[in-house]
């Protein structure tokens, strides 16, 4: 569809009063919001991620795609997030220690609360500690995390190992998700769940926290 290649190609550009503009554009139009997302915005920034690695673009260029994408994402908030829904209880998230991405992260978060978890945001680069000291004090049954970077995915692992020292294992359950991370790794490091995009986290969720 025309305006989902548009909205990629000013994506790529850092055009983001575009990316705002089409994407307004396209909801009019009764194009889904999971159209607009997978086929528009995350779609336009795997090819930046693809641009990067071959150089044939640099990190500004990346940052601005960034801001682009968080331009799209804001219209396509209130679509994703039913605010209706009573909650169904609560999850931890957060990118890893040494992990600055936080777009993917993000989604998740919208996505669960769309579907009625109360999230608990810690942000990017979280210590383990910190991760565990949250689920504990709020009383969260999940603790979600993202990683993007090969480097950075180790950090999953020991929030896994934290969770099993403290004894909390059977109330606090993990699932990891990002880029290079599979469902092996999350096997490999005694992972509760892996979720391979946004809407899968939140099924994988409930799965974790027995909700059909
Ligand atoms: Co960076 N970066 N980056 N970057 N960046 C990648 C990840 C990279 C693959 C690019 C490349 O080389 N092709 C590469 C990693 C290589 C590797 O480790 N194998 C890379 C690199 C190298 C770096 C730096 C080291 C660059 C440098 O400084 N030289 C640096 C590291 C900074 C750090 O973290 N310490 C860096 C920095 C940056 C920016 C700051 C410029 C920016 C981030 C801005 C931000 O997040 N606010 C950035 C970006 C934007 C990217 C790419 C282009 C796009 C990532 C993204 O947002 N994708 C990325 C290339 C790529 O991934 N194609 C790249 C869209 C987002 C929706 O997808 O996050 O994968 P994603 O989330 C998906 C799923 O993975 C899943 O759901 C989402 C879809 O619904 N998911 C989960 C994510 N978390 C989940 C958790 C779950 C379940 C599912 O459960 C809890």
């Keep these: 569809m025309g305006i989902l290649i548009e909205i990629s190609e000013s994506l790529q550009r850092g055009d983001f009063e575009n990316v705002t503009a089409l994407t307004e554009r396209a909801v009019a139009d009764g194009v889904s ?53 009573p909650s169904r209880g609560k999850v931890v ?60 995915m180790p950090a999953m692992k020991a929030v896994v190992e934290l969770v099993e020292e403290r004894g909390l294992s059977d109330d606090v359950k993990t699932i990891v998700g990002g880029a290079p991370v599979s469902a092996d790794f999350a096997r490999e490091i005694g992972a509760d769940a892996y979720g391979f995009d946004a809407a899968n986290a939140v099924v994988r969720v409930k799965e974790l926290m027995d909700i059909s």
């Design 93 to 152: 998230i957060g990118s890893v220690r040494g992990d600055l991405h936080d777009i993917g992260k993000n989604l998740v978060g919208i996505m669960l609360r769309g579907a009625g978890f109360d999230v608990i945001d810690l942000g990017n680069d979280v210590a383990p500690e910190r991760f565990v000291d949250a689920a504990a004090d709020e009383g969260a049954g999940v603790i979600g995390m993202s990683a993007l970077l090969t480097t950075t």
């Design 33 to 85: 919001a999971k159209e607009i997302l997978d086929a528009g915005l995350i779609a336009a920034m795997d090819t930046v991620g693809e641009r990067f690695r071959k150089h044939e673009i640099f990190l500004p260029d990346v940052l601005l795609a960034a801001k682009a994408m968080y331009a799209g994402m804001d219209v396509l908030k209130p679509l994703l997030a039913d605010a209706d829904v």
